[in-house]
């Protein structure tokens, strides 16, 4: 009776539905083969009785004394008659057992070539091939096991996974089912279906399989945000925050699971609940906590709520990163802006300014709140120094024209709009200056 080796799962990331695979974990070639070192009567080649007198002796040593036990069989390779191919299999099992692979190779390829029906050393060399990652020569090694009239469920699942890191994803499948057949709560093979029914976006198997999964396995984290990706990818949004509430209240939601839920409340208007929990996320991972406030917070400014992106700042840390520092006074000053309360704009804008004094967004929304309050010379000095950065550029550029435009100073609105135009042509700008050197030519 074979024994399974410790767990196996090959994780395929699958970034569209985010399912959190653990770290690959290969089988115990070694543990496989030393279990396949008895014979099987009738179905495999005689060993002769020199051979089998050795194999008795070493057969014990084979798992704990592998070197020793090599340099027993080896002695029978100096005899002038070949070995035959059932002594090159066990040859080919301490071979592996001390780490020499390519020599079990041989052994094995040897012994199948001299005996194609040899079972289980068509297994021991699909195993040796899928530990070394050579699926593609494991595959036709377990495919023959398998006409061959193995039944094993680790072949199966063995078999599947080659099949799968190969992206044939129909005959895994297959594997798959006929490994669960016969070790239905396998996590390997399951996990390895999911994969492939989320890979095929067969949606109503995958859920069905992964809720099987979460109830053996309820503390997996991973199996309930892949659920909860599951019900994303329907567009059921609602049934996936209340799964990823449940994992929360039961403590088995980890980061991943909260940054999920705390999006999806943020999504859909749902602030303090959002707030709540990127406040859990600010414990195991403070840099991710505050990213995410802050973007929260932004996102708010921008749609226009300014007191509810107060309340999210207000959840942040005293202490910040410098760079989320720089961000916080940047957002005030936006959110101070929105509300035309330009004094106070500018003074969030001058101290972030005092950290950074190249912060170009910073520059240009000092220049913008200068002009909004008409002191002109102001602006024209916070948007000249965003200027002479890059990235800033062009946009200074336009809200220089604007201002020289409103001061009738038409030929430096021109220079700046040529400016602007060289480092982006697009024909709004283009109309605009048109229409300003038709100015020109009017006024002279």
């Not at 414990?283 to 996102?299: D, H, T, Y």
């Not at 989320?324 to 006074?329: Q, S, V």
């Not at 804008?349 to 008409?374: C, F, I, M, V």
């Not at 220079?415 to 050197?437: G, M, N, P, S």
Request: hydrophobic residues 45%; proline residues 6%; contains cysteine.
């Amino acid at each position: 009776m074979k024994r399974y080796p410790r767990a196996l799962f090959l994780a395929l990331l699958l970034p569209a539905l985010g399912f959190a695979a653990g770290p690959a974990e290969k089988p115990d070639p070694k543990r496989i083969i030393n279990e396949s070192s008895g014979f099987l009567k009738e179905r495999e080649p005689e060993i002769t009785a020199e051979e089998y007198a050795l194999y008795q002796k070493v057969v014990t040593m084979l798992a704990t004394q592998p070197e020793f036990a090599l340099k027993l069989l080896e002695a029978m390779m100096n005899e002038k008659e070949p070995p035959s191919p059932a002594f090159e299999f066990i040859l080919g099992n301490a071979y592996y057992a001390a780490g020499q692979i390519d020599k079990a190779e041989t052994r094995y390829r040897s012994a199948v070539n001299r005996y194609p029906s040899f079972l289980r050393a068509w297994n021991n060399l699909g195993v040796l091939y899928y530990a070394a990652d050579r699926f593609a020569e494991a595959v036709p090694c377990f495919a023959k096991s398998v006409a061959l009239g193995d039944r094993e469920p680790m072949t199966f699942g063995l078999l599947a996974q080659s099949l799968e890191r190969l992206g044939n994803v129909v005959p895994a499948e297959v594997a798959y089912m006929q490994a669960l057949s016969g070790d239905p709560t396998n996590t390997n093979w399951m996990e390895g279906l999911l994969r492939i029914y989320i890979q095929g976006k067969q949606h109503g198997r995958a859920e069905s399989l992964v809720k099987n999964l979460i109830k053996e396995h309820p503390q997996e984290a991973r199996y309930w945000l892949t659920y909860a990706n599951i019900l994303l990818a329907e567009n059921r949004k609602l049934e996936a925050i209340a799964l990823l509430e449940a994992s929360t209240g039961t403590g088995v939601a980890g980061l991943d699971e909260l940054n999920l839920l705390a999006d999806l409340y943020a999504e859909q208007q749902l602030i303090p609940e959002a707030v709540a929990i990127y406040q859990k996320i600010l414990v195991p991972s403070p840099a991710l906590g505050e990213r995410k406030l802050l973007q929260l917070a932004e996102v708010l400014v921008a749609g226009g709520q300014s007191s509810q992106a107060q309340a999210v700042l207000d959840a942040l840390p005293a202490e910040l990163t410098p760079e989320g520092r720089i961000r916080c006074l940047q957002i005030k000053s936006d959110s101070l802006a929105a509300l035309k309360k330009w004094p106070e704009a500018r003074q969030e804008l001058q101290e972030l300014l005092k950290l950074a004094p190249l912060n170009g967004r910073a520059l240009l929304s000092l220049g913008h709140a200068y002009a909004a309050e008409d002191d002109l010379p102001h602006a024209i000095f916070a948007l000249e120094a965003a200027s002479q950065i890059p990235e800033c550029t062009y946009r200074a550029s336009l809200e220089l024209a604007n201002i020289e435009l409103k001061n009738r100073h038409y030929d430096k609105s021109v220079e700046y709009l040529e400016k602007a135009l060289r480092i982006e042509k697009t024909a709004a700008v283009e109309d605009y200056l048109a229409r300003i050197k038709t100015l020109i030519i009017n006024n002279n």
